[in-house]
Structures are given as C-alpha cells and as structure tokens.
C-alpha cells in the first residue's frame, strides 16, 4: 500500500503541481509589486494594532492565530526533518523560495476570502476557496469548488488535520514520558471534542493564548540550539545553499539528493507546513472581523513569514549544526536529538511539550477548516456529525503507520492545491484592484493624521 501510495505522489507532485505552486507565486509576486517584502513591516504592524472594524465573527488576530494553529503543526518540527532527510539540506533552500513566493499567494487567499465570504444558516460567516471559486470565477467553475471542499474534507479527517499530527504526539509522549499510545490517544480525543464543540469562537479563543506562548517557546529553545553550536552555523547555511543545486549527495546517509528531489521534498513540505496555496487559511480569515479584505490579505501574509521562514529554517538548522540530519532517526526523533544535543538534560523534553502543543492546535484549527467545508456542501446540518466524526478519528490516529501518513497527506493537499490556485491565477486581477484601493484609502488616512 505505501508503495502504491507512493507512485501516486510522485505523480500528483511532479512538475505540474510543482511549476503551478511556485508560478503563482512568482505572477501574483510580479503584479502585487513585491508585496510581501516592501508590505511586510506594515502586515507585522497589524497583528496587534488591526482596527477590527466590520461585520465577523472573531477579531483579526484571532483568525490569524486560527490559521496559525493550523499551520504551526507537525510540519515545523516532523515535516522539517522529512523534508531534509529525503532531499537533503538542499530542501531547506527550496522551502524557504516556496514560502517567499508563497507568502503573495497566502495574501491573496486572505484577500478573496474576506471579499467573497458569506453568511450560513447558522449566522456564521463562511469563506475560503469554494467561494471565491463560485462566486469570483463563475458558476460554471462551481465543479472546482466542490473538488475543493471535498479535498479539504479529507485532508482534514484522514490527512494533516488528524493522522500525522496525532501520531507526531503519541510516539513522542510514548517516548519521552513512557505514557502509553491508548491513554494519549483518549486525552488528545476528549481535549479536542471539548474545543471544537463550540466552534470558531472557541477555537480561536484557545489559539489566541496558547499559538504566541508555543511559537516565542519554541523560537527561544531553537536559538539555544543555535547559540550552542554556533561555529557550525556558517558552514551549515552553505551547505544549505550548495545542495539546493547539487545533483550528488553533499554526503552519505539520506535517500538521494538530486536536485528535483530537493526541490520536491522542499516545496511539498513547505506547503505542507505553510499551507500557502492550499487554500486552507482563507477559510479562518473569512471569518475576521474587518471592513477591508486586503487588511486581512496582509495579517494572513504574516502566517507564512512567521511559520515557514523563521519557524521551519530554526528547526533546519538546528538539525543542520547538531549533525543529526545525517543519523538513523527520522521525523520527530531526529530533531529531539537535535534538542538533546544542545540541551541533554531537559531538551528532548521541551521538544516534546512544542510538539504536543503545535500538534493539538493543528487538530483544532484543521477541524474548523473541515466543518466549513462541509458547510458548503451539504449545509449546517452536517456540521454535527461531521465533528464526531472527526473526533473518532483523532482517536484513531494513533495507530497507523507513519510512512502512509506522511503519503496520504501529501496526495490531499494536491488535492487542494490544484483549484485554489487556478482561481487565484483567475482571480490576480481582482486581488491587485483590491489592493490598490486599500493603499490609497490608507494613504489619505495617513496624510489626514
């Protein structure tokens, strides 16, 4: 089965997908003016000061800190050392392009989905690609839409909402603390049905306290690693560098490092991570309470600066420095070396208390993500069962392998990826007006004061 599961990833993940995902970026970079760099300093302004003027149900921040449960997961801390043990360190380069590129096209997801969002029965407000599909492309692309929010069904119940997360905290629990597979697996099922019971609110109630706290955590200790090995830094950031374009292994130890291997390992974790172009974050964003739909076009932005090129490269190059890269461990084990090596009385540890939280606050934010979709097709009244559902299969996770996890989940954010993108390319034009009426209100805003 993994084996199979294999061959179709390789296929969903070839160079189509690959040149869809970085050529998005690349256009919308072009038209949007460099946004993500010349805007960054006023998006990192507004994740504390946003006005929080306009109709939705939660605050700004509080829809970042939604999309940033979500995002701040498995993949920082698993997806990381995946990404470098099959690719090489040449894959932490490619990650950190995708993200660059990916942060223009995180920023016109937010934008769309503010501007295209509407309100379910339930008066809750709804948004994401599925809507900005139907609504902004047409009726006619309403199939694209439909692919979607099945994708992101899913990808919610059976790919990184549920599986690799779940298993990312029992084998490191199991690990660390020799707390058994089935006692964890029933805590994380009952934590989650408490949060998500009560929906966006409540999820974002929770990701506003505990997203900061696990992040600046997590920041600190990888620094520490850093500080501990810092004559290696150097020679580990050109080795990051030279196997991004080397078509032989920089040295023995991880399964080839071809330069599309790189490319692919990078790209499909950095997504994997960042979820700029899945499609996933706008589904939060619409929810932010906002009156301009390129405020929170910016503040989305951010989520990708924050999880991909600060939080993924600290995890790269502490596997980097401390060696461990090149070892026997994979996934969450290879970075708690990492940790150890730095810190062997308490750093193993730590890392396990960062991947509990970043891997419980994906759970949450990736239900939500979920029920939306179902809202889209099949209404409110499929939210319930839906969340039960969900809940099982938290429960459940815990027991499947971790190379088909890993498998399945790449194949569902394809999935995804495939018609968001479409209607972002579709949509440029749209996301650049936008844009610019936003600059210049905010521009007569500034001269005013």
């Known amino acids: 089965m993994v084996e199979v599961l294999g061959n179709i990833n390789s296929w969903v993940w070839g160079p189509p997908l690959l040149i869809l995902v970085m ?210 830094v150097p020679s580990a950031i050109a080795l990051v560098f030279t196997s991004a374009f080397s078509t032989t292994a920089a040295t023995g130890g991880f399964v080839g490092a071809t330069i599309m291997l790189a490319i692919r390992s990078g790209v499909a974790r950095g997504i994997f991570s960042n979820e700029s172009g899945l499609g996933s974050a706008p589904i939060a964003a619409a929810a932010a309470k906002t009156k301009w739909a390129a405020e929170q076009g910016l503040i989305s932005m951010t989520g990708t600066f924050i999880d991909t090129i600060i939080i993924c490269n600290l995890t790269g190059l502490t596997l980097l420095v401390t060696g461990v890269w090149n070892g026997n461990n994979e996934g969450a084990l290879m970075t708690q070396a990492a940790f150890a090596s730095a810190f062997p009385a308490f750093g193993a540890d730590l890392l396990t208390i960062c991947l509990i939280l970043f891997a419980f606050t994906t759970i949450l934010g990736w239900n939500y993500y979920g029920e939306r979709c179902v809202e889209y097709l099949i209404g409110v009244k499929g939210i319930k069962p839906y969340r039960f559902l969900f809940i099982a299969l938290v429960a459940g996770g815990a027991f499947i392998k971790l190379d088909a996890i890993w498998i399945i989940a790449d194949i569902m954010n394809a999935l995804m990826a495939f018609p968001n993108l479409i209607a972002l390319l579709g949509l440029s034009g749209v996301v650049v007006s936008e844009t610019r009426v936003y600059m210049e209100a905010m521009g007569k805003k500034k001269q005013k004061e």
């Not at 072009?30 to 946004?35: D, G, H, M, S």
């Not at 509407?118 to 692309?141: A, C, Q, V």
Request: net charge positive; aromatic share 8%.
């Open 23 to 232: 050529g998005t970026g690349i256009w919308l970079t072009i038209r949007l003016n460099l946004l993500q760099v010349l805007r960054l300093p006023m998006a990192l302004k507004l994740i504390g000061k946003a006005p929080n003027e306009g109709d939705g149900d939660v605050s700004s921040f509080g829809a970042l800190s939604t999309a940033l449960a979500a995002t701040v997961g498995t993949g920082n801390i698993v997806g990381v050392a995946t990404a470098i043990k099959m690719g090489g360190p040449g894959a932490l380069f490619w990650m950190i392009v995708a993200a660059f590129l990916g942060m223009a096209t995180k920023y016109a997801e937010g934008l769309l989905a503010v501007k295209y969002r509407t309100l379910d029965k339930n008066g809750n407000y709804s948004g994401g690609p599925m809507y900005y599909i139907e609504k902004g492309l047409g009726p006619r692309f309403k199939p694209l839409a439909i692919m979607f929010a099945a994708s992101g069904i899913l990808v919610a119940l059976f790919g990184i909402g549920t599986f690799p997360q779940v298993n990312a905290i029992v084998s490191s629990t199991e690990a660390s603390f020799g707390i058994p597979v089935v006692v964890t697996a029933v805590i994380l099922a009952v934590l989650t049905g408490i949060v998500t019971i009560g929906g966006i609110k409540s999820i974002a109630q929770v990701s506003t306290k505990v997203v900061p706290f696990m992040s600046v955590l997590y920041i600190l200790a990888a620094l520490g690693v850093l500080i501990t090995f810092a004559e290696e």
